[in-house]
């Protein structure tokens, strides 16, 4: 009894403060987060407000505000106005001391006045930081659609030369419009593909997924993320994959893994420059790796990596006290997962290091690994900005290739593993054209220049050039023979059908690149289903995020409710479907229906589990698909026919076009 109350009280708590409340006090305090508060009840909040006055208010009774509030009192935390990195672990140890403030207040009225005060106190990066990830952990954060990052620290998204346009105009008090170039120049090939790992909605995918699922999660925050390990893979497999289609449509090769005793190919300038903290440093080619001073030596990562491969070739982990953890199964690819990002997940963090947080450090440093010229993180140091260098993907198909090395020591899947029985596919189409095209985008710049109350308002904008694409809709007839309702897990892949070298991919060399584009649920009737799915219900993207300015506007309004944007992790829409060819890029279309009564690990056939599940998972809930991430083109495949025999498994030939002509 006496929990259902606690229960009922908590509840009534987070729902005291109404939504359009909650939404503006967010967006009030992101407003030019690097300056004093603008806005007068925020301003009211950090002046009289002490954080331990009233401890009744916190879950803990006040431990974490006292602990931050003892930081705070004794000078020990960082200054305003530096670079923050996630990868600092000191500077880690600070934004979640923050978070955990906010995780730990019973009411928003608790919440918004730690942000109001601890915003005036701690660094502006650890701020943002803590609030956006408590916004989208914490059970008072229901509803509110965070304003997008790159509004928000465009520094982190835009390059140097437009901020310094940016600047010029607010000086001279000029509206201004500025066209955002990509990094580089003709002369290096990788521009080519720059609109991918400079896209702003691509990035805000990959720091959002960060946050969804962060490295240092306790389940002591508020419970287990349910496959979050396997979550690691198959993003970062799936971003993989979809920059190797973008290369081969613009006749590069796919990427080549990153190797620690090879030279990094490809250097990188990234004319990106902190909103404190100077330019982000350079790489030039060809350079050999070196240790990086207090962080890693080159060897310590190839040990690594060597005991992560002995683990695969073991077919189990070792743990920290010795036990055995087999992975030879459907859940081995989660434990991996966990040792190589690594995450406070992982069984032995000790024995199999932290692979893909280290190389990311290691990476990110090259450009003075002694720390000679006191030059701030690198790119590859944050998830905002990491996509644009071109050893990310490098990194990553390193990583992936583990992976692969993993999956591809299970047993290939049997008939009886694939089949459904009693239902066929009789068609798979297309409706409508697939047609990529580049388009204009503008986005606010206000809040990258410095700003003081009583000093005018200028309109800043960056206009950017993205890919986009037409409608469609899958259409496929599907039969069941069963005489009874069944429910169909339907699974949808696009997959490259030729290299760069124009060699064609059977099933035995091209599974592994396949681009996941849905993922849904349907009942299937008796007899006939002509089954329609829309390109814009993917289960792998979101819609565009409102900016802050219609966010700001829409709470003003007081009758805000954006659930169709709470959720800011998946690939954009509008990159969907990956770059086409002028005279059309062959492509195989994939549908694998599969027995929904075992897949489906929800009751409810029909959910869309918020929008975004394939590569993010249901918020707060289990993994909707009982199946591993990529089923049933994960594993080898040494014999097609398994998948011939198998009716309710479909392939047709597509091709994707693309238009030329900037619309
Ligand atoms: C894939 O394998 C087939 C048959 O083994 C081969 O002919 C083809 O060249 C390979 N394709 C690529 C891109 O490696
Ligand atoms: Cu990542």
Not at 51 to 66: H, L, M, N, T
Not at 386 to 413: C, G, Q, V
Not at 611 to 618: F, L, P, Q
Request: hydrophobic share 35%; with cysteine; glycine share 6%.
């Amino acid at each position: 009894m006496k929990v259902l109350v606690l229960c009922a009280f908590l509840a009534l708590a987070a729902a005291e403060t109404p939504l359009p409340k909650r939404q503006q006090d967010v967006n009030h305090l992101l407003w030019n987060v690097y300056d004093h508060h603008h806005f007068d009840d925020l301003k009211g909040y950090a002046a009289s407000f002490d954080p331990v006055a009233d401890k009744s208010q916190y879950k803990d009774g006040g431990e974490a505000a006292e602990h931050l509030v003892q930081e705070y009192k004794d000078h020990r935390l960082l200054e305003q106005h530096h670079w923050f990195s996630l990868f600092n672990e000191r500077q880690r140890e600070e934004a979640l001391m923050l978070f955990d403030v906010f995780m730990q207040c019973k009411t928003w009225d608790c919440a918004v006045h730690n942000a109001a005060y601890w915003r005036e106190h701690m660094n502006e990066g650890e701020f943002v930081y803590a609030l956006y990830t408590a916004v989208i952990h914490s059970d008072l954060g229901h509803g509110i659609v965070l304003p997008p990052l790159y509004e928000v620290t465009p520094h982190m998204f835009t390059n140097s030369e437009i901020i310094q346009k940016a600047y010029t105009a607010k000086m001279t008090n000029q509206p201004g419009k500025f066209e955002m170039e990509f990094t580089g120049t003709k002369k290096n090939k990788e521009q080519r593909v720059a609109y991918f790992g400079e896209d702003i909605g691509m990035n805000l995918h990959h720091v959002t997924w960060h946050m969804d699922y962060p490295f240092w999660w306790e389940d002591k925050y508020g419970g287990h993320l349910d496959r979050k390990g396997e979550l690691f893979f198959w993003v970062h497999h799936q971003l993989t994959v979809r920059f190797d289609s973008e290369r081969l449509s613009n006749h590069l090769d796919m990427v080549d893994e990153l190797q620690w005793e090879k030279p990094v190919e490809e250097g990188f300038a990234p004319h990106t420059i902190y909103k404190y903290g100077g330019e982000f440093p350079a790489r030039p080619d060809h350079i050999h790796f070196e240790d990086v001073d207090g962080v890693a030596r080159v060897r310590d990562m190839v040990i690594t990596e060597s005991r992560i491969r002995d683990a695969i070739a073991h077919g189990y982990i070792t743990g920290k006290d010795g036990k055995v953890i087999d992975i030879m199964n459907d859940q081995g690819v989660d434990k991996l997962g966990d040792i190589i990002e690594s995450s406070m997940y992982s069984p032995n963090v000790q024995y199999y290091g932290a692979l893909h947080n280290m190389a990311h450090i290691m990476l990110g440093r090259q450009g003075d690994p002694h720390g000679k010229y006191n030059m701030p993180p690198g790119v590859m140091e944050h998830f905002e900005t990491a996509t644009r260098d071109p050893t990310f993907f490098r990194l990553h198909k390193y990583m992936d290739n583990i992976f692969k090395e993993h999956k591809y020591s299970l047993p290939p899947y049997t008939h009886e593993d694939l089949d459904f029985p009693g239902v066929n596919i009789d068609s798979l189409s297309i409706e409508g054209e697939l047609k990529t095209f580049f388009e204009d985008y503008e986005f606010d710049l206000r809040n990258a220049v410095d700003s003081a109350e009583g000093i005018a308002m200028v309109e800043l904008k960056a206009n950017v050039h993205r890919l986009n694409h037409n409608d469609f809709s899958y259409v496929a007839d599907v039969n069941n023979n069963n005489g009874n309702e069944v429910v169909g897990t339907f699974r949808l892949y696009l997959c490259p059908e030729y290299d760069n070298n124009h060699e064609q991919f059977d099933f035995n060399n091209g599974s592994w690149h396949c681009i996941e584009m849905d993922k849904f649920w349907k009942k299937l009737a008796p007899g006939g289903n002509h089954v329609v799915r829309k390109s814009s219900d993917s289960a792998v993207t979101v819609p565009d995020v409102p900016s802050l300015q219609s966010l700001m506007d829409a709470a003003d309004s007081g009758s805000f409710s954006m659930p169709e944007y709470e959720r800011a992790c998946g690939i954009p829409n509008r990159m969907l479907l990956p770059k086409g060819k002028k005279d059309g890029m062959e492509f195989a279309l994939i549908l694998a229906v599969t027995d929904g009564g075992y897949d489906l690990t929800h009751p409810d056939v029909e959910s869309e589990h918020g929008g975004t599940h394939a590569h993010c998972g249901a918020h707060g809930e289990i993994y909707p698909d009982k199946r591993p991430m990529g089923f049933p083109l994960d594993r080898r495949i040494p014999d097609r026919r398994v998948f011939d025999e198998t009716t309710n498994f479909k392939l047709t030939h597509v091709k994707v076009y693309h238009d030329d002509h900037h619309h």
